[in-house]
């Protein structure tokens, strides 16, 4: 069950991100993105909030029922962005979101079988980085967020991470004291 909500959940993500950041932000700028503040004075394009738990979903969607449903959510995340985002903005995503998520999968799949969280946070900065460096440059002409956007992304894996350890420290048998 916990897999098909993920699943759910990570497919939601992306066209939730990309009305986020056409609609709602402290600051909204012309022909641009609405932003958020991440810390330290950096600012982000308020999607940030939705990506940096993809990354993290997406683990866990490959975790429970396989590559081949992460890859699927992959491509019905993308193509739902198109019906809440401007075509160049849905174009810039999906571009992103496709890149970063099989360079995500790609680190995640041999780490996770030894390391879990290890695996989810190295596939998730991969991932992070990617996906920003090549949302910004697509979507806006420009890389100027993109501190902001890394740094706002891995709060949200920080804490979607956070709940995954809860979860696999809630599945795992503790040992009992003799």
């Given at each position: 069950?916990?897999?098909?909500?993920?699943?759910?959940?990570?497919?939601?993500?992306?066209?939730?991100?990309?009305?986020?950041?056409?609609?709602?932000?402290?600051?909204?700028v012309?022909n641009?993105?609405?932003?958020?503040?991440?810390?330290?004075?950096?600012?982000?394009?308020?999607?940030?909030?939705?990506?940096?738990?993809?990354?993290?979903?997406?683990?866990?969607?490959?975790?429970?029922?396989?590559?081949?449903?992460?890859?699927?959510?992959?491509?019905?995340?993308?193509a739902?962005?198109?019906?809440?985002?401007?075509?160049?903005?849905?174009?810039a995503?999906?571009?992103?979101?496709?890149?970063?998520?099989?360079?995500?999968?790609?680190?995640?799949?041999?780490?996770?079988?030894?390391?879990?969280?290890?695996?989810?946070?190295?596939?998730?900065?991969?991932?992070?980085?990617?996906?920003?460096?090549?949302?910004?440059?697509?979507?806006?002409?420009?890389?100027?967020?993109?501190?902001?956007?890394?740094?706002?992304?891995?709060?949200?894996?920080?804490?979607?991470?956070l709940?995954?350890?809860?979860?696999?420290?809630?599945?795992?048998?503790?040992?009992?004291?003799?």
């Amino acid at each position: 069950m916990l897999g098909y909500l993920a699943l759910a959940g990570f497919v939601a993500t992306i066209p939730a991100a990309n009305w986020l950041i056409g609609n709602l932000g402290t600051t909204c700028v012309p022909n641009g993105p609405c932003l958020i503040p991440v810390g330290f004075g950096l600012m982000a394009p308020s999607g940030v909030l939705m990506i940096g738990l993809a990354l993290v979903l997406r683990d866990l969607v490959q975790r429970r029922l396989g590559l081949v449903w992460s890859l699927a959510g992959i491509v019905a995340g993308a193509a739902l962005s198109w019906a809440v985002a401007a075509p160049a903005l849905a174009l810039a995503s999906a571009c992103a979101f496709l890149f970063s998520e099989l360079a995500d999968t790609a680190v995640y799949t041999p780490l996770a079988r030894k390391r879990l969280i290890a695996a989810v946070w190295a596939s998730s900065l991969v991932g992070t980085v990617i996906d920003s460096t090549l949302f910004l440059w697509l979507a806006f002409g420009s890389v100027q967020l993109l501190p902001g956007l890394v740094l706002g992304k891995m709060w949200m894996v920080a804490l979607a991470t956070l709940v995954l350890w809860l979860i696999r420290r809630r599945e795992t048998p503790t040992a009992t004291a003799a």
